[in-house]
């Protein structure tokens, strides 16, 4: 910690660092004496050439700074030779202000789901003229369900027979949605949906609000990379509907909620509605079925091949994971033709 503290002029014994937030990929800290700022060691594993990221952040900096500059976009601090990524010992690390804000784990108000989903529909807006294809896929093929469907076929073929044995009914259930694949497939088809700048990971945990529960900002950047809506406003559904986290092992405590449904597709079309094409619109839906269903395949996949992409706490912690997403999809598939119908209801008005 000393070598890297220096990198950005700081030292380390002036100050307590402590572990922080809830993300599964990144180490985080927590480093303050009267500063506080955010430390962060980037998973390589996952992110196998970090300075993908920080260009994406830089350019799309560079580009809010002139068209948007009112708009607060955090990106971390320069090192002491400039840097916002540094290396140290093969491991890539980053610094930000620590910005006071208050932070949610799970959604339990309307107005939030409204917020968050207007910020991340804003951030999408406000880099409307900002030509996508210019960012690095930090990780190719994050979103391609498509490859991830292939990886959990893969991982049912070989690896640990005993977890296969167990998982033999999720499995089974799993399969048989494999058509939301199918309609993804048609999606990469079709000249009415547009790469943007997406974010790809809109959990209510990687917004700021402030004391009024309004949005400071959005975080967790590393992610951000050309993309599907779906994508964006798949993973809000996917995470603000419930009113249990994806860790939940009490499944029966999984629904969706209308009015949270609402709040999302209010919130985000009041900046994005008139950016979408009537495909996208009418895709809205299925953001929430594509989100979810590979969010289940990413959990299984990975308990059968023995948690090395998420980890795991106890033996079957990826497994209830997937098994919670598969019930979640269960929930919205229940609901789909009202939930269309919401959005059909706005997507006419005016
Ligand atoms: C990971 O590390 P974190 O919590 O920000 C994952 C997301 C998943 C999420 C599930 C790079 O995000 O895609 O939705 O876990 N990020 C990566 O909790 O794989
Ligand atoms: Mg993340």
């Given at each position: 910690?000393k070598?890297?503290?220096?990198?950005?002029?700081?030292?380390?014994?002036?100050?307590s660092?402590?572990?922080?937030?809830?993300?599964?990929?990144?180490?985080t800290?927590?480093?303050?004496?009267?500063?506080?700022?955010?430390l962060?060691?980037?998973?390589?594993?996952?992110?196998?050439?970090p300075?993908?990221?920080?260009?994406?952040?830089?350019?799309?900096?560079s580009?809010?700074?002139?068209?948007?500059?009112?708009?607060?976009?955090?990106?971390?601090?320069?090192?002491?030779?400039?840097?916002?990524?540094?290396?140290?010992?093969?491991?890539?690390?980053?610094?930000?202000?620590?910005?006071?804000?208050?932070?949610?784990?799970?959604?339990?108000?309307?107005?939030?789901?409204?917020?968050?989903?207007?910020?991340?529909?804003?951030?999408?807006?406000?880099?409307?003229?900002?030509?996508?294809?210019?960012?690095?896929?930090?990780?190719?093929?994050?979103?391609?369900?498509?490859?991830?469907?292939?990886?959990?076929?893969?991982?049912?073929?070989?690896?640990?027979?005993?977890?296969?044995?167990h998982?033999?009914k999720?499995?089974?259930?799993?399969?048989?949605?494999?058509?939301i694949v199918?309609?993804?497939?048609?999606?990469?088809?079709?000249?009415?949906?547009?790469?943007?700048?997406?974010?790809?990971?809109?959990?209510?945990?990687?917004?700021?609000?402030?004391?009024?529960?309004?949005?400071?900002?959005?975080?967790?950047?590393?992610?951000?990379?050309?993309?599907?809506?779906?994508s964006?406003?798949?993973?809000?559904?996917?995470?603000?509907?419930?009113?249990?986290?994806?860790?939940?092992?009490?499944?029966?405590?999984?629904?969706v909620?209308?009015?949270?449904?609402?709040?999302?597709?209010?919130?985000?079309l009041?900046?994005?509605?008139?950016?979408?094409?009537?495909?996208?619109?009418?895709?809205?839906?299925?953001?929430?079925?594509?989100?979810i269903?590979?969010?289940?395949?990413r959990?299984?996949t990975?308990?059968?091949?023995?948690?090395?992409?998420?980890?795991?706490?106890?033996?079957?912690?990826?497994?209830n994971?997937?098994?919670?997403?598969?019930?979640?999809?269960?929930?919205?598939?229940?609901?789909?033709?009202?939930?269309?119908?919401?959005?059909?209801?706005?997507?006419?008005?005016?």
């Open positions: 910690m070598d890297i503290f220096e990198l950005y002029g700081l030292k380390v014994d002036e100050y660092i402590e572990n922080f937030g809830s993300g599964l990929i990144n180490h800290w927590l480093i303050s004496n009267g500063n506080k700022y955010i962060q060691k980037i998973n390589k594993d996952v992110f196998t050439n300075s993908l990221i920080d260009e994406n952040i830089n350019l799309l900096d580009y809010l700074k002139q068209s948007k500059p009112e708009y607060n976009f955090i990106i971390p601090l320069p090192s002491l030779n400039g840097k916002t990524i540094v290396d140290y010992k093969d491991e890539y690390y980053r610094l930000i202000k620590f910005i006071p804000s208050k932070v949610y784990s799970v959604v339990d108000n309307v107005s939030i789901a409204f917020e968050a989903a207007k910020q991340f529909g804003k951030f999408t807006k406000n880099l409307s003229g900002f030509n996508a294809s210019r960012l690095n896929e930090t990780i190719p093929h994050f979103h391609d369900i498509q490859l991830r469907y292939n990886q959990f076929e893969q991982a049912i073929k070989k690896n640990n027979q005993e977890r296969i044995n998982a033999e999720l499995i089974q259930s799993l399969q048989q949605h494999k058509n199918d309609e993804y497939n048609n999606i990469l088809q079709s000249a009415a949906f547009k790469k943007r700048v997406t974010h790809h990971d809109t959990k209510i945990s990687n917004v700021l609000f402030n004391d009024h529960n309004k949005g400071i900002a959005v975080i967790d950047l590393d992610t951000i990379m050309p993309g599907y809506f779906i964006d406003v798949g993973d809000m559904l996917r995470t603000y509907l419930s009113p249990v986290s994806e860790e939940e092992i009490n499944f029966n405590l999984i629904e909620r209308d009015e949270y449904f609402k709040a999302v597709a209010e919130g985000y009041s900046e994005m509605k008139d950016e979408l094409s009537k495909e996208e619109l009418n895709a809205f839906v299925y953001a929430g079925k594509f989100m269903y590979m969010q289940a395949l959990f299984i990975d308990y059968l091949n023995n948690d090395v992409y998420y980890g795991a706490k106890y033996e079957l912690h990826n497994f994971r997937a098994k919670n997403q598969l019930r979640l999809l269960e929930c919205l598939i229940e609901k789909e033709d009202y939930y269309n119908s919401i959005i059909k209801n706005i997507a006419q008005r005016e």
